[in-house]
Antibody, heavy 116, light 110 residues
Framework: EVQLVESGGGLVQPGGSLRLACAAS????????VSWVRQAPGKGLEWVSV???????YYADSVKDRFTISRDNSKNTLYLQMNSLSVEDTAVYYC??????????WGQGTLVTVSS | QSVLTQPPSASGTPGQRVTISCSGS????????VHWYQQLPGTSPKLLTN???QRPSGVPDRFSGSRSGTSASLAISGLRSEDEADYYC???????????FGGGTKLTVL
């Protein structure tokens, strides 16, 4: 059974950093593409970043140069390193598995709150 | 401002058929598959349709997607109260090198 479990969210001050993790089971993160998608309180879904099986990464303009996506194949885990956080980054962050059929599995999400 | 444009709200009565539109451009909907997602209150998004008009196992055939040019739509037939949710379209954008989502449509079952 495919499962994605996010962790690492919490309260951080503006300008701070946080690293999110997404532990995958039932599939291999290196064999699929996996994305981070966030949702600010009361708002819609916003794509954040993706890492493809071949290792190429892409980012939304809103997080480029501040966020870094990576994976640890030995732990079958996806990461999102978030630096220079601002209040606009406050959101629930989901990881989602991608296939040629779309984002077919999503985690339960982890809440990141940026506030002083 | 989302790259893909959806109406903010839609509504229908039980048993009715409703459609939700998603407007984009050649670089996203025009060139790539459109996916639709359902997000029930307080839950994670769920894939509803893929490759423009195919449903993952477990998704009722009341849900169907279509694409024409740079626009797509999701149709829900035989509307039920449990269909009340937020619906999002998404596609890869070749110009932005990014996945893009619509702003979401809140469906109310009257």
């Amino acid at each position: 059974e495919v499962q994605l479990v996010e962790s690492g969210g919490g309260l951080v001050q503006p300008g701070g950093s946080l690293r999110l993790a997404c532990a995958a089971s039932g599939f291999t993160v290196s064999s699929n593409y996996v994305s981070w998608v966030r949702q600010a309180p009361g708002k819609g879904l916003e794509w954040v970043s993706v890492i493809y099986s071949h290792g190429r990464t892409y980012y939304a303009d809103s997080v480029k140069d501040r966020f870094t996506i990576s994976r640890d194949n030995s732990k079958n885990t996806l990461y999102l390193q978030m630096n220079s956080l601002s209040v606009e980054d406050t959101a629930v962050y989901y990881c989602a598995r991608g296939t040629d059929q779309g984002f077919d599995y999503w985690g339960q999400g982890t809440l990141v709150t940026v506030s002083s | 401002q989302s790259v893909l444009t959806q109406p903010p709200s839609a509504s229908g009565t039980p048993g009715q058929r409703v459609t939700i539109s998603c407007s984009g451009s050649r670089s996203n909907i025009g060139n790539n598959y459109v996916h639709w997602y359902q997000q029930l209150p307080g839950t994670s998004p769920k894939l509803l349709t893929n490759r423009n008009n195919q449903r993952p196992s477990g998704v009722p055939d009341r849900f169907s997607g279509s694409r024409s040019g740079t626009s797509a739509s999701l149709a829900i037939s035989g509307l039920r109260s449990e269909d009340e949710a937020d619906y999002y379209c998404a596609a890869w954008d070749d110009s932005l090198n990014a996945w893009v989502f619509g702003g979401g449509t809140k469906l109310t079952v009257l």
